[in-house]
């Protein structure tokens, strides 16, 4: 079925010639898009549905680069509010120990339909910790995704290197290496698509250099390059990642992955806040794509990539949410509004990035860290991932002069109000299609109050106090 998405108030296009067309119109055929124009859509369109743009500004899907999504159930945790990277972590391994397939299902849908609603249509996620008896979690995921109609790129993490081995989560929450790598080849085999437009792709993605052997690194490097998937990890995200590798790898963060050949064109790393000007300039000579997560970032007090280094490298630069224990939200047009603002902290504003690039990481930046030519712009051949945004509201009053970078500049005040992913509507007047939102809240957090209450009564510790 053709649809004609017509009278815009600006479709901005975010092809190469960044196109913006005031009173614009699409035409979406079936899954893919066929066509972008001005003013009058010709006869010859016949769209059998017909969308009234009017009032609202049309671009394409955002993409998100870096997520764990089953966090969404273990929020501002009070014990961790104040806390950075490390202790962190290591009073939430013993939360996420109790993940089961159930609280993965219901974190998905919560924090997949926040990224809907928030103009996100590709999202990727990084799940590592499997406890005992519950290795399907990806799986879980995937269901839920396709219920809600996102596109997904689920990275397989993993976790091998336990307090024994000098790494930082305990013992029992890590995976043996065969036992990774047989279900990294079996989720490639049942669910990784590699044609254009497809829904569903597979990436390998070790967690860190502190909760990963070497070896892991390489056999997932290899394994990924056997099959054509892409690789994924955290990297130089804190000092003390930085003081870690020193110690254990005898080198930094980026010079370990360079000799585990963990720099290319088909990897993107999240984070990289602590580059060197060298560094940033490796990341362009090799392609090496980043999930720049400003919000996480800063919540953690981990500091600031250098972004723009990265984009004068010509480094892939997408834009990533993060876990919800650490933004504390899935919210990709407030990301896009906290990387325009994290750049200018400092009285150096050559670092400053504007509305635009900001959009472009959300978009074009992220398509590219995914490895991916077929979203991420409004242009004949796309996929038909895109939404509407309402401008006929008082947050947007007085901002005509530059509505795209009002989209940026503006807290982000409400839900888009239409999102298409590959030719289905997914959100439709600010409402997500087929969901019922107040039984989903009421079970997630019903999920994680009993989270809260088995880490506190197996640790001792009380997880709704802040000690
Ligand atoms: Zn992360």
């Known amino acids: 079925m ?8 600006l479709v901005v296009t975010m092809d190469d010639a ?18 972008v124009g001005a003013g009058e859509p ?38 961790v509010q104040e806390a950075p990277l490390f202790t ?57 995704a396709r219920d809600l109609g996102i596109r997904f790129h689920p990275t397989r993490g993993s976790m ?14 890590v995976q043996d290496e065969g036992t990774i790598l047989e279900d990294s080849r079996r989720l490639i085999r049942e669910h990784h698509d590699p044609r254009p437009g497809a829904m569903t792709r597979i990436a390998l993605a070790p967690c860190s250099p502190f909760s990963v052997t070497d070896d892991l690194m390489r056999r997932t490097a290899d394994l990924a390059r056997e099959h054509g998937v892409r690789l994924h990890t955290h990297l130089a995200e804190t000092l003390d990642e930085d003081a870690y590798c020193l110690q254990m790898y005898g080198c930094r963060p980026v010079e370990y992955l360079r000799r585990l050949g963990w720099l290319g064109s088909d990897v993107w790393l999240a984070h990289c806040v602590h580059l060197s000007a060298d560094e940033a300039r490796l990341f362009g000579e090799t392609g090496t794509g980043v999930a720049h997560c400003p919000s996480s970032n800063f919540r953690l007090g981990s500091g600031t990539a250098p972004v723009r280094a990265l984009l004068a490298a010509g480094a892939p ?3 990533g949410v993060d876990g919800s224990a650490s933004n504390d939200s899935s919210n990709m047009l407030a990301e896009a509004r906290q990387a325009l603002l994290a750049h200018r902290t400092g009285a150096d504003a050559s670092r400053w990035i504007t509305a635009e690039e900001s959009l472009w990481m959300a978009t074009r930046g992220g398509a590219r860290c995914l490895g991916r030519d077929d979203i991420g712009a409004l242009a004949p051949g796309q996929a038909a991932d895109l939404i509407l945004v309402e401008t006929r ?19 982000f005040p409400e839900p888009v109000h239409t999102v298409m ?25 019903r999920i994680a109050e009993s989270m809260l209450d088995r880490a506190s009564r197996e640790t001792g510790r009380d997880y709704r106090s802040r000690r």
């Open 2 to 9: 053709r649809t004609l998405i017509r009278d815009a108030r």
């Open 18 to 35: 960044r196109r913006r067309i005031p009173g614009g119109y699409v035409v979406v055929d079936g899954e893919t898009i066929a066509e």
């Open 42 to 79: 010709p006869p010859s369109v016949n769209a059998g549905r017909t969308i009234d743009a009017r009032g609202k500004v049309v671009l394409p899907g955002l993409v998100n680069t870096h997520h764990h999504l089953p966090q969404t159930l273990t929020r501002n945790i009070p014990r």
């Open 88 to 144: 962190w972590l290591t009073e939430l391994y013993e939360l996420w120990r109790g993940t089961t397939a159930d609280a993965v299902d219901a974190a998905a849908r919560v924090g997949l339909g926040e990224l809907l609603l928030t103009g996100c249509t590709t999202t990727t996620d990084h799940l590592y910790l499997f406890p005992r008896g519950e290795e399907r979690l990806i799986d879980v995921e995937i269901a839920a």
């Open 160 to 173: 091998s290197r336990g307090r024994s081995l000098g790494g930082l989560p305990p013992d029992d929450v």
């Open 317 to 319: 630069v997408g834009l």
């Open 393 to 411: 509201r008082l947050s947007y009053a007085g901002a005509s002069s530059d509505l795209l970078a009002a989209l940026v500049f503006t807290p």
């Open 421 to 445: 992913v590959n030719g289905r509507i997914v959100v439709d007047g600010g409402e997500l299609v087929g969901v019922d939102v107040e039984a989903l809240v009421a079970r997630a957090d």
